[in-house]
């Protein structure tokens, strides 16, 4: 029997059909990464770290088989196929974002990938719709709940739950 780790992804749109690009991205996620066995409400958010379009924003938890860097591969060519260019701008628009926030209570530093991601913290945008669905999950290397952290959080962007 294959061992399956729990992960949990970020996921943002603000191109396009954002709530639809959201969908889709779910479905390719449970097709080619594992089963996706929660979801986070969707939050309407302001774009963080430039000005643009607004964002809609929800977290998912995932159970794969995927080791860290293949599912990082996995959730980058599904970003491709729904259209995300990386221009190495750095923040900028983009029809999806999925970014691994944790998997199982794994610590890695890599060139290619930093687990847990290192901003969560100070995001709200991620840390609301993380806190909806794993409140009490402890980050492997602050050692507090996410609910403690959204509390703490010093990010004033607004996170309203998105009405399709």
């Given amino acids: 029997m294959t061992q399956t780790h729990t992960t949990y992804l970020s996921l943002g749109s603000n191109l396009g059909d954002r709530a639809d690009n959201l969908r889709r991205a779910i479905e390719q996620i449970d097709a080619s990464v594992g089963t996706v066995t929660m979801q986070s409400p969707i939050y309407e958010t302001q774009s963080w770290g430039y000005s643009d379009e607004d964002y809609l924003n929800q977290t998912i938890e995932v159970e794969t088989a995927l080791p860290p860097l293949q599912l990082l591969q996995t959730v980058n060519s599904i970003e491709s196929q729904m259209g995300r260019i990386r221009s190495g701008n750095g ?24 687990i847990p991601h290192p901003k969560i913290a100070l995001r709200r945008f991620v840390l609301q719709p993380t806190a909806d669905i794993a409140p009490d999950f402890v980050h492997p290397t602050i050692g507090k709940t996410i609910r403690q952290l959204l509390e703490e959080c010093e990010d004033t962007g607004q996170c309203i739950i998105h009405q399709s």
Avoid: G
């Fill in 91 to 114: 923040y900028e628009a983009r029809p999806i974002d999925i970014d691994i926030l944790f998997y199982d209570n794994e610590i890695l530093d890599t060139p290619q990938l930093v």
